[in-house]
């Protein structure tokens, strides 16, 4: 059986230096005339609907309403996104090239795919603008698929066979992120995870989350592999 291997996007494939966070903030304002205490709360872990909902609810705006209007702030996000990109740099971090090509030059053992809380245009559009692309990731679960990231693991293996037509088990599921949240999903689904500090979280903290396997980052290609297969 193929493994599935999940990546998370900010944190632990690449950074966008903050051009995502202010094309959310532009969005809310344009959208429901405030961003809530937007630079109180973290985003790292959390799903765009989830951000959205916690931020609002400061703000005293009913979730209905929040949830009649996410549309319309996905694309004034993603509109403002495209200018922030126009003078932002999207950065991979150091070994997740070589990781992910690793993985590709594997195809007979492993499915590559994403787990994010990103909406999928925006996921798409962050892979692409750091120039890991998008398309070469065959399976993928986003924000834009439930608020809840618990159960993007789920909707995740769903996909995974309608394309390849076999089912895989939650011990052939694998959970990369650099968060917390990214940790507790994969336990939730019973999936193997492997934390990587290069995002808010320092390994120490992420160490307290007990995570399967943990790096400091994705450069010791070997290694993560060697993990991920185990």
């Known amino acids: 059986m193929k493994k599935l291997l999940l990546f998370d996007i900010d944190g632990t494939l ?24 937007i630079g109180e709360v973290s985003f790292a872990g959390k799903t765009d609907p989830q951000i959205a909902y916690e931020l609002l609810e400061h703000a005293k705006i009913p ?32 070994g997740v090239a070589e990781c992910l090509n690793h993985i590709e030059s594997k195809a007979d053992q492993a499915l590559l795919g994403l787990l994010t809380g990103n909406i999928e245009p925006g996921a798409q559009r962050k892979l692409d603008a750091s120039g890991l692309g998008f398309s070469r990731f065959q ?63 320092s390994r120490s903290q992420l160490k307290e989350c007990c995570p399967d396997f943990l790096f400091d980052s994705l450069e010791d290609t070997n290694s993560v592999w060697g993990a991920m297969m185990s």
């Open 139 to 201: 399976i993928g679960a986003f924000g834009s698929d439930s608020e809840n990231r618990d159960e993007l693991p789920m909707i995740a293996a769903t996909r995974a066979k309608t394309l390849a037509g076999v089912r895989h088990e939650c011990e052939d599921l694998v959970i990369v992120g650099d968060t917390p949240a990214d940790i507790s999903c994969g336990e939730a689904a019973g999936a193997r995870t492997i934390a990587v500090a290069t995002g808010v979280y």
């Open 14 to 37: 690449l950074t966008t230096d903050g051009a995502s966070g202010r094309a959310f903030e532009s969005a809310l304002i344009d959208v429901y005339g405030t961003a809530g205490p």
């Open 63 to 94: 979730r209905s309403v929040v949830k009649a209007k996410l549309e319309d702030l996905w694309n004034r996000y993603l509109k403002h996104f495209d200018n922030e990109l126009l003078s932002s740099v999207v950065r991979p971090f150091p």
